[in-house]
């Protein structure tokens, strides 16, 4: 009886310490966002869930996140961060390899557009420019882990509020900060 008891807690405890490996990391919070970025410690940045409505709108570019964050306070930072959480291998859906191809061929032309950085551990980060308009510009960070594809993206606006503060790091430093974090869950 002894025996089959102690078998059963191992087999919940296996159970138990796979069922963790396989969850997904939580967000990271305003504040590290805040601070991984660059920004004083008096800007309040806002933490909020992006809208199953907006993840509908852009399913076609993004894929489905698991979550997806937007870290935001116009009048206090000139930036906009959002970062995202995605099952692997599904971040830009079918797009994936277009994109992937063209920011390492951006990087080859030697462009400001995008660029590409090798992790320790071989893998790619990848930097590009999403878009600009007369509002502001955006810049994609991302890679692809075996557990999650991470997206970071910083929109800055063109013209910010007086009192924003600029952030004092790049995206590529965020990116990394943000996989540490969520590496380390």
Avoid: C
Avoid at 3 to 30: D, E, G, H, V, W
Avoid at 60 to 74: D, F, L, S, V
Avoid at 95 to 123: A, C, F, M, W
């Amino acid at each position: 009886m002894f025996k089959k008891l102690a078998l059963l807690l191992a087999s919940l405890t296996l159970a138990a310490q796979i069922a963790q490996a396989q969850a997904f990391p939580n967000p990271p919070t305003a504040d590290a966002v805040r601070d991984w970025a660059g920004l004083p410690p008096d800007v309040t940045l806002n933490q909020e869930k992006v809208s199953d409505a907006e993840i509908a709108q852009n399913v076609a570019i993004w894929g489905t996140p698991r979550w997806m964050y937007t870290y935001a306070n116009p009048a206090a930072s000139s930036a906009t961060f959002t970062v995202g959480l995605f099952d692997p291998g599904t971040l830009w859906g079918s797009k994936r390899d277009l994109l992937t191809n063209n920011v390492q061929i951006q990087n080859s032309n030697g462009g400001t557009d995008g660029h590409l950085e090798y992790r320790p551990d071989g893998r790619i980060a990848y930097f590009t420019v999403m878009g600009s308009t007369a509002s502001g510009s955006t810049v994609a960070g991302f890679t692809f882990l075996p557990r999650f594809d991470i997206l970071v993206l910083e929109k800055v606006a063109a013209a910010p509020a007086p009192t924003a503060k600029t952030p004092g790091k790049s995206v590529s430093e965020v990116l990394l900060k943000v996989e540490g974090y969520l590496l380390g869950q």
